[in-house]
């Protein structure tokens, strides 16, 4: 049976070697490699070639220089086709929301047993599922509940008033997403960070419900802002 490819990334050492030596321990996972933040995650991807890449990957979400939620907003555009797991200690309300936003596909607490982990990648490659801890899972649905009468008053808003809600310089950039450009181009020509793109993108994508560039480009074009 050909192993489960994944990688780890958590900026504690001996959290990712325990993960990397459990989760291998006599199971059809291979751990390919592992990284201590965002930003060691983008640049080891960078250097592997396409057919050597992770299906999965184990992320933390607090982490310094770069953050798991920012670090999955950037990797699902570069590759959409790997599935982020979010392995964290945290289960505040926001960073779930945050991480569904960012592109995440599941999300569990680190006290999650290694066979709950282990079953939680193959449900997700094989079944379609989307892992969640029971208390996340809970959460999340009260969450929804709680967020479903504000969801469709904005359905029904007009679309002069949906495109209220972003600022200028959030105009500026998805106009720039709608012409093609990447973060680095539209840093460029805006004169701002590539990070302060990401942070103004992310906005964007909370403001109008979508969690992809694709189908911010698609509400852009189907209300015609631009």
Same mark, same amino acid.
């Given at each position: 049976?050909?192993?489960?490819?994944?990688?780890?990334?958590?900026?504690?050492?001996?959290?990712?070697?325990?993960?990397?030596?459990?989760?291998?321990?006599?199971?059809?996972?291979?751990?390919?490699?592992?990284?201590?933040?965002?930003?060691?995650?983008?640049?080891?991807?960078? *250097?592997?070639?396409?057919?050597?890449?992770?299906?999965?990957?184990?992320?933390?979400?607090?982490?310094?220089?770069?953050?798991?939620?920012?670090?999955?907003?950037?990797?699902?555009?570069?590759?959409?086709?790997?599935?982020?797991?979010?392995?964290?200690?945290?289960?505040?309300?926001?960073?779930?929301?945050?991480?569904? *936003?960012?592109?995440?596909?599941?999300?569990?607490?680190?006290?999650?047993?290694?066979?709950?982990?282990?079953?939680?990648?193959?449900?997700?490659?094989?079944?379609?599922?989307?892992?969640?801890?029971?208390?996340?899972?809970?959460?999340?649905?009260?969450?929804?509940?709680?967020?479903?009468?504000?969801?469709?008053?904005?359905?029904?808003?007009?679309?002069?008033?949906?495109?209220?809600?972003?600022?200028?310089?959030?105009?500026?950039?998805?106009?720039?997403?709608?012409?093609?450009?990447?973060?680095?181009?539209?840093?460029?020509?805006?004169?701002?960070?590539?990070?302060?793109?990401?942070?103004?993108?992310?906005?964007?994508?909370? *403001?109008?419900?979508?969690?992809?560039?694709?189908?911010?480009?698609?509400?852009?074009?189907?209300? *015609?802002?631009?």
């Amino acid at each position: 049976m050909k192993k489960i490819s994944i990688a780890i990334v958590d900026d504690k050492r001996l959290l990712r070697n325990t993960l990397t030596e459990q989760i291998q321990y006599n199971q059809p996972i291979e751990v390919l490699f592992t990284a201590e933040n965002g930003i060691d995650f983008l640049q080891q991807m960078e *250097k592997r070639p396409k057919n050597s890449q992770p299906l999965v990957v184990l992320m933390d979400i607090e982490m310094p220089e770069m953050d798991g939620i920012e670090t999955v907003l950037i990797a699902k555009e570069i590759y959409p086709d790997i599935q982020f797991l979010m392995l964290t200690a945290f289960s505040e309300d926001e960073k779930i929301f945050d991480a569904v *936003k960012a592109g995440a596909s599941g999300y569990l607490l680190k006290d999650e047993s290694i066979a709950k982990i282990i079953s939680s990648i193959s449900e997700l490659l094989y079944e379609g599922s989307v892992p969640m801890s029971p208390i996340v899972a809970k959460r999340t649905l009260e969450m929804l509940k709680f967020s479903e009468k504000s969801f469709q008053k904005t359905e029904n808003e007009s679309e002069s008033d949906v495109i209220e809600y972003l600022t200028s310089r959030e105009r500026d950039i998805l106009q720039e997403i709608v012409s093609g450009l990447n973060y680095k181009e539209i840093a460029d020509k805006l004169f701002i960070s590539p990070h302060t793109v990401r942070k103004h993108i992310a906005n964007i994508y909370e *403001k109008l419900h979508v969690s992809n560039k694709t189908a911010a480009i698609k509400i852009a074009l189907k209300k *015609k802002w631009f």
